[in-house]
């Protein structure tokens, strides 16, 4: 057990005792009253709220009717929005509030303009309706929230909230969407803001804005290579990345198989202690995704510096059409022949579906793998001949 945990324990032994005391003293030194005393508090069943926005109600309608960008409109609260395939109104959530992540189902119903519905039929908050209506109002919107609340499990304490409490977290919510409908930005600047939502949890900042949405708009950066950064910057590693690690032993043990599985694959090594408990306290924060893990390494100095990849028979890059597929995609975003260690981890990762053809596209157009192509002819050392494509293998 940890000195935070211990700590904990400690804390709440010692409330426990102070309200224990406190409930024997006030039966003690009170008149008895003629009814009991409930002194519990009453969980909350209802929550009503209402507020007029400066926003045209179609566009904030439609806000709040886009279910999968919630991620970035609240990006401290909402981690993930996932369609079920077979039911189009119907949503995976994981969601986080002070350090608690909860994994909901809940079917989003739209009546456009004028009312939307979320019902949520699995999860801690089970039952849990939800009703938003939109009216015009003097040029402006009405919106209105009904709240039916029903909650259990880790979700329980937060139907004990002061009613004073909820409302403002309401507000609070309502104003990021208004924010989020009103943001005058082009598609390159708007692009970079859910950038910054999605990796740093925030909005963007001037400075940031003016430098990526320019680097976009002259196509001297792509969308990959943005995240790539942002991921990579202090303020990630420091303020996100850093916050809320775990012991490794809290880690399970598929966490742990699966960030080693990209080690190996990927730097031929296994997972150090130091990334297995950055990384997965990321994965199972939500924080980061193994997409995102994967894509990280590939795009890493190590990989870059790694020497020559010896762990396949040259045939196998001959024969294999997903390796192939690599090969021939490398050579036709960056006019260079890829390294046998681009081939297999590309390869890997390609044949299994854990990477498309466009995610490819985007990590072989980062600016760190200038070098790593050769443009040779075929009796240059290390080339591995593969006349069919009219270029090498490289071993390294």
């Known amino acids: 057990m940890n000195k935070t945990n211990k700590k904990f324990i400690i804390f709440y032994l010692v409330l426990s005792v102070i309200v224990f005391t406190a409930l024997i003293y006030i039966d003690s030194s009170l008149e008895k009253p003629s009814r009991e005393l409930n002194l519990a508090p009453l969980p909350l069943a209802t929550i009503s709220y209402s507020k007029i926005v400066d926003v045209d109600k179609e566009v904030i309608f439609n ?15 909402i981690l993930s929005v996932t369609n079920i395939p077979e039911k189009q109104s119907v949503y995976d959530i994981s969601l986080t509030q002070m350090g608690i992540i ?3 189902k809940a079917e989003h119903i739209i009546e456009p303009y004028h009312k939307q519905v979320i019902e949520v039929i699995d999860g801690d908050a089970q039952g849990t309706t939800i009703t938003q209506t939109f009216e015009p109002y003097d040029n402006k919107t009405k919106i209105s929230i009904d709240i039916d609340l029903k909650t259990r499990g880790i979700l329980l304490p937060f139907s004990y909230l002061p009613i004073i409490n909820a409302n403002h977290a309401i507000d609070t919510i309502v104003q990021s969407f208004v924010e989020y409908s009103t943001r005058s930005y082009t598609l390159n600047e708007k692009i970079v803001d859910d950038l910054y939502r999605e990796t740093l949890l925030r909005p963007v900042d001037i400075h940031g804005l003016i430098k990526y949405s320019t680097l976009l708009e002259e196509e001297k950066i792509t969308i990959e290579e943005i995240r790539n950064e942002l991921l990579n910057s202090e303020e990630y590693q420091s303020n996100i990345l850093h916050v809320d690690l775990k012991d490794i032993s809290d880690l399970s043990e598929d966490t742990k198989n699966s960030i080693d599985e990209l080690y190996d694959i990927i730097l031929r090594r296994n997972a150090d202690t130091n990334a297995l408990q950055v990384f997965g306290s990321a994965l199972e924060n939500g924080r980061m995704s193994l997409s995102d893990i994967r894509k990280t390494l590939l795009v890493s100095d190590e990989f870059h510096s790694l020497p020559l990849e010896h762990r396949e028979r040259p045939e196998t890059y001959r024969t294999n059409e997903y390796w192939q597929t690599v090969h021939l995609t490398y050579f036709e975003v960056n006019t260079l022949y890829p390294t046998a260690k681009i ?4 390869g890997i990762f390609f044949e299994r579906g854990d990477l498309t053809l466009n995610e490819m596209k985007e990590l ?17 050392p290390g080339c591995i001949q593969e006349q069919s494509l009219k270029g090498c293998f490289y071993g390294r």
């Open 102 to 104: 909860a994994k909901l």
């Open 364 to 380: 072989f157009e980062h600016s760190s793998y200038d070098t790593i192509g050769v443009k040779v002819e075929y009796n240059a």
């Open 63 to 77: 806000t709040f009717a886009d279910f999968k960008n919630y991620p970035h409109i609240l990006p401290n609260n």
């Open 343 to 346: 081939i297999r981890a590309y």
